[in-house]
């Protein structure tokens, strides 16, 4: 019989895409993928450090297990990601019940970690299967893919008949250098290594053989994508833009995240405005206005220089949709320098942005080097008021797409979920939270469909559920600060797009 797995996600798209391919990994050796913890043999979570709120939610689920392990020994629990990297052996402190530890510079390792504590039992033996990326020859800056085992985590990717990938994600890139003081992406992730283009180029066009309608490239800084051939020639990420939507034409859209403001070329710009199948949306976080904070943060641009790269993006592309990122309440911020965010926020009239209150991470630079001084009641009126500044400015960019047309992918069925629900959510989150449910019922059901444009905004609209997966045309009625709302074109219905 075989083994039933349950894998819960936490964090970003990379957590997203590498539990895909554990997934599969796994399956490949027999494993079953089960919905609910309770009928699981072997339990992993992919864990994210970057907000507290995600690490508590993880420490509480391993709280929950203590007692099962004591009643079934042989039970597997396994925390992989960020959180295994940052806590190290030290998460056995407090949960000396999981079995497998293994960051996400290893994941490679993980198929023979989970083996041996499975077949060989020491789990219930007590003894642990470990893998972190500590002192290992990742952290080499110069190892190439070509060179990096983990490459064939991404090139094991299998599509079953039946998995959903209308939308999925590819890696570009593995890693961050930039060292931003706040974060702790480069000790967990290790350093930037950049995947081979044939290998990037021949898993687009497996998942467009397989119906994926919309590809997002990922990278935690994806503009400084540049691959070193052997023979010594560079494949810059404006060549793989290009390279990419020449060898797949029938890929419909084409995305990347996430941006980082300094370090993106022209020619890359360039490759967007040209190929009509690339979305004209980027996510570039700014994170502050303040010349000083964004120094004390190590992010290595000015905010004149952010300016000048927003600007730059809408002289190629006037219609081009943005979202960023922003820090309030980093230590030592005046209220002076908040309102230069503010007004940064107010200059480049962002889609959206993610707005986060400050708070020390374990493991960064920040949290040896300043003092978390400002006062929680602070941070919180700032994160407020430049939320109120977001949505309004929302709400004006929104409203100049009524009466428009826009291509939607759509998503499912739109269940804003309430307010009472949304509460639990981070309060500074601007975006709301959509659920998609799957079509399991095939009858036609004229229902809120909910759906997103090429630019990333959320479109809701009558439709059937059979409309799922597919791209339609969707004209503007009405908008609000988060979504627009709309009907199916006539062109769209007659023809049965
Ligand atoms: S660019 Fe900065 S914030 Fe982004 S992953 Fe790298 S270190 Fe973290």
Same mark, same amino acid.
């Given at each position: 019989m075989p083994r039933k797995l349950y894998l819960e996600t936490f964090g970003c798209q990379m957590n997203v895409l590498d539990s895909e391919l554990v997934l599969g990994q796994l399956r490949a050796q027999g494993y079953e993928s089960v919905d609910h913890r309770d009928q699981a043999d072997v339990i992993i979570y992919n864990t994210c450090s970057v907000r507290e709120h995600a690490e508590q939610k993880v420490w509480s689920r391993l709280g929950e297990l203590r007692e099962r392990k004591a009643a079934e020994p042989n039970l597997v629990i396994g925390v992989i990601g960020c959180m295994a990297e940052r806590d190290g052996t030290n998460l056995f402190k407090r !949960? +000396? !019940?999981?079995d497998v530890l293994c960051g996400p510079g290893e994941l490679d390792k993980l198929p023979s970690l989970v083996h041996n504590a499975v077949v060989t039992g020491t789990g219930a033996k007590g003894e642990r299967q470990i893998a972190l990326m500590g002192n290992t020859s990742r952290r080499s800056s110069t190892l190439s893919a070509a060179e990096d085992t983990l490459e064939l985590l991404d090139l094991s990717r299998s599509i079953s008949p039946g998995d959903e990938v209308t939308q999925a994600y590819v890696r570009i890139t593995r890693g961050c250098n930039k060292f931003c003081t706040y974060c702790v992406v480069p000790y967990t992730r290790g350093p930037e290594v950049h995947r081979p283009p044939a290998n990037i180029i021949e898993e687009v066009k497996k998942l467009t053989d397989a119906g994926s309608k919309e590809v997002t490239l990922l990278g935690q800084t994806i503009n400084h994508y540049h691959y070193k051939h052997g023979d010594g020639r560079e494949t810059s990420f404006a060549e793989l833009l290009y390279q990419i939507h020449e060898a797949v034409p029938d890929l419909p859209r084409l995305r990347f995240v996430t941006s980082f403001p300094r370090d993106f070329s022209d020619q890359a710009l360039q490759a967007m405005r040209d190929c009509s199948r690339i979305c004209r949306y980027l996510h570039v976080p700014a994170q502050h206005g303040s010349d000083r904070v964004l120094k004390l943060m190590n992010r290595g641009y000015t905010s004149a220089q952010y300016i000048d790269f927003i600007d730059r993006a809408r002289g190629y592309m006037p219609d081009i949709s943005i979202a960023s990122d922003f820090i309030v309440?980093? +230590?030592?911020?005046t209220e002076v320098e908040f309102q230069q965010t503010v007004e940064l926020v107010k200059r480049c009239r962002f889609k959206n942005s993610f707005i986060f209150k400050y708070s020390p991470r374990p493991g960064t630079i920040a949290i040896d080097r300043f003092e978390d001084d400002v006062p929680e009641e602070i941070k919180r009126r700032r994160n407020n008021e430049l939320l109120a500044v977001q949505q309004q400015v929302s709400a004006q960019s929104n409203a100049e797409l009524v009466g428009q047309t826009l291509e939607v992918m759509v998503e499912g069925e739109s269940k804003l979920v309430s307010r009472q629900a949304r509460s639990?959510? +981070?309060?500074?989150?601007v975006e709301l939270k959509w659920e998609s449910r799957q079509l399991t019922d095939p009858s036609p059901v004229e229902t809120q469909l909910v759906g997103r444009t090429r630019g990333d905004q959320v479109v809701c609209f009558q439709g059937d559920l059979s409309l799922k997966g597919q791209l339609l045309d969707v004209q503007i009625t009405s908008a609000q600060n988060l979504t627009l709302f709309g009907k199916l074109a006539e062109a769209t219905v007659s023809q049965g797009k």
């Open positions: !949960h +000396p !019940h999981v309440g980093f +230590p030592t911020e639990a959510y +981070p309060a500074s989150q």
